[in-house]
């Protein structure tokens, strides 16, 4: 929660297309998850967060630098660029995130009140209190894995291949799947979503699943276990990918082996 009742917040949300860019000396202090360093040469450096499910990330190393870095002059607004911070030595720009704004505490403080646990953070009560949110919906537990009301944080693409790597079948009432199973895709969410912290690249296929080099006909596989591979041969029991809408959202899962 925050803590400061002075301070101004930006609430920002990246989405498919929202990214940051970033310019300048001050980016060897730079680190965070999804933050990649495009390029650097004897005159450039440049940094990027990318929000869609592309994103790279490389380590910034700046003893690999030569010259004398000055790119801020090179990093220009565009007409996408929502927000454009700078300094003397380095410059942050927002382009084309599905939110931006400035919020107050009290704004920061409903946000937050009206979202679910966060597996990320994974407080000592967070298990319990998504058990008990998910087991009141009566709605199917892919519908409600990507309500934030229930769990914070995941995406398309961990609802789709954390309920596979489960075994729980997305159109099944998440009122009807037991605690049991519940507290396993918790910490499964938990597992997954911190694993991609630090690099912020998804990759939600278990190892054991994973092909060595990437298969031209199957390129998601790398990646995915069941997002995006409508079709395609389950890795664990061989049965055809499935796909549907599910509140206007694609919905990938396996009928053979996800009960």
Known sequence: MPDNECNTWLHIHLGLYGRWAFAGLGLTQLGGAGIRVARHDSDNLVGTIDGGKDATTKIFDPDGLTGSPTPIDNLVATPTTRMRIESDTAIAQLSGPTRC????????????????????????????????????????????????????????????????????????????VSKKRLGTLWDDLVTCMRNDIDTGIIVTIPDEYR?????????????????????????????????????????????????
């Open 101 to 176: 704004e400035v919020a107050t505490f009290s704004d920061i403080t409903a946000t937050i009140n009206r979202l679910g646990p966060d597996p990320i953070r994974n407080d000592a009560s967070d298990c319990e209190r998504f058990i008990s949110l998910a087991r009141s919906k009566r709605s199917p537990i892919g519908q409600v894995v990507m309500d934030q009301s229930v769990v914070a944080g995941p995406g398309n693409i961990y609802r789709a291949d954390c309920l596979w790597r489960v075994g729980i079948n997305p159109l099944r009432k998440a009122s009807n």
């Open 211 to 259: 092909p060595e080099t990437p298969i031209e006909t199957d390129p998601e596989l790398m990646r995915f276990a069941v997002y995006h591979r409508t079709g395609k041969p389950c890795v664990r029991c061989g049965t055809p990918i499935s796909e549907k809408l599910m509140l206007a959202r694609r919905l990938f899962w396996c009928s053979g082996c996800q009960r």
